[in-house]
DNA sequence: GCCGTTTTCGGCCCGACTGTTTTCAGTCG
């Protein structure tokens, strides 16, 4: 049982309980642990063994108990009998925009409605409107919100929204009546994928702005529009919420708007100790005096005593502490990123030549590129034989020649085979500047099983970077199953990388297990794992983000090491 | 259910919008 699977359990049990009507702050407090045990970074188990479950802060003695019961048998007796008599529909109809628990359960008591489908049902013969409290907008509202979970199940990549938001920026940037805009919310964090934007505008004229953003020729429908917030659906499917406040405003407003919700919780409970009450709008001081300027988040989170904690960081699992003391790391930044190792060209299915992506690597500034395609048990995407990876050599030395200002790097994305053992011979792999060591089969293998085969593959002398861990694609297909702890110590012990791969659809490893990967003392290799020229950048553009998120700073990758100790150090070359 | 230098009880973040009401509950972020 690990970490994610006990915070599903911890956030099953608040959901339940908030749908049966529980006191809230119970509710809160389980929704609390939840995000306590996804910041940990040790393995729970670990933490139980130990007894030590109890200092964490949101655990209690009752958690804490059944905590320790769910890890030490895999099962919870309090979940079984709370979970009695709930169906498990009631929970989809929770992700409905607009609906709630309390909504849920009057459906579920006066209709006994308990799934989407015939919640559905129940919407297109009007018995939903006939309720009291419900009517016919709620009725179509929740029609259209069914719809709309169908088609997309809720979320998109953050590469796929980016575009679309910048847009909208750039497009307000030249209204009159707006004097500050920025991108807030999830998208500004960094997260993997969002359900929609948030955009905020600084401006003294709020209709103005409302009436700008219904002319923008992106938009596609109206789902709102109030006196401050106007909420639309562009072209695309897209949702966004933009909100405008008065531009003394600005910086509160965009620290509210950034998030995340646990964030601001904790921070206003900050602010309360201090004498401050905070909103939207301004840090209230309680004796009634006048506000202080706040002309920047930079200046709000001195006020209240902390050192500037980035939005990338803002989860509410511990920076707030760190910023209080002083003790935050100075995260890595885009232009740390030296050089990238993980890159494919059309020997295996990439759409450019070797010499193109040098080329391109060169133009983006960087100071080394590693050329490592698939290998022979990679058919499906054209892998490379010993044979071929010997033949493209040539092709690897010729673009060096032509490129002397960049150091190119040939490997290889080596396929970890079900046994752990890499799919080319030793001797070729030895002859290699680097190995790049991935799984791409049998991704959903039993997880002691899987733990073994990192172990093993790990131990093999040729291997630098883990590529990809969690085997995962967002929104397509869940992590591999495997425990973090003996294969974070096999790292340690033969100096392996773990990779932070910035395709947008990857982000692997992800934010979580890149604190507890940092935390164990494992270097990371940020990587674009390019298929083409225009997706070289990617490390710096997303796998930094994600690295960010897990509170890594420079000295935590390899690959901003400068060329020579990167090739020394790392490599172990020459 | 958690928490505590006003500590073992009595608090627990705050406001906008919506749809339903005629003063408010629910949802959202």
Redesign the pocket.
Known sequence: MDNREVEGVLEEIAQILELKGT?T??V???Q??AR?VASLEEDIGVLVAEKRL?K?????????E?LTELVQSGELK?LEEIREGIPAGLFDM?R???????????LWDELQVSDLQSLKAACEDGRV?SL??????????ILD?IAHLAETAGRRLRSQVLPFANALVAYLKEVDAVERVDV???LRRGRETV??A?ILVGSLDAPAVMKAVLDYEGVDSV?????????VRLKGGL?V?V?VVKPESFACALA??T?S?EF???L??L??EQGY?????FL?PRDGSKPPTIPTEDALHERLGLAYIEPHLRENTGEIAAARGRKLPTLIQPADVQGVLHVHTRWSDGAQSVEEMVAQAEALGYAYLGISDHSEAADYANGLSAERVRAQRDEVEAAREKHPKIRVFHGIEADILADGAIDLPDDLLESLDFVIASVHMQLGMEREKMTQRLVKALGHPAVRVLGHPLGRKLLQRGASQFDWEPVLDAALEHGVAIEVNGHPRRLDADWVHIRRIRAKGVKLCLNPDAHSMGALDDARTYAVVEARRGWASAGDVVNTLPLERFEREFLRLG
């Open positions: 006191n702050f119970k809160r407090a389980y609390n642990a306590a109890s964490v802060r949101g655990i209690g003695k009752s958690i804490q059944k309090y929770l409905v925009p607009g609906m709630g628990p309390k909504k849920t359960k009057v409107a009291k409290g419900f009517g016919k907008k709620s009725q179509d509202k919100g807030a919310g999830s359900k929609d948030d789902i709102g529009s109030g006196g401050t917030k106007t909420s949702q919420d909100r509210y708007f998030g919700k601001n919780i904790a206003r409970q602010a309360l009450s905070l909103n939207e709008y209230l």
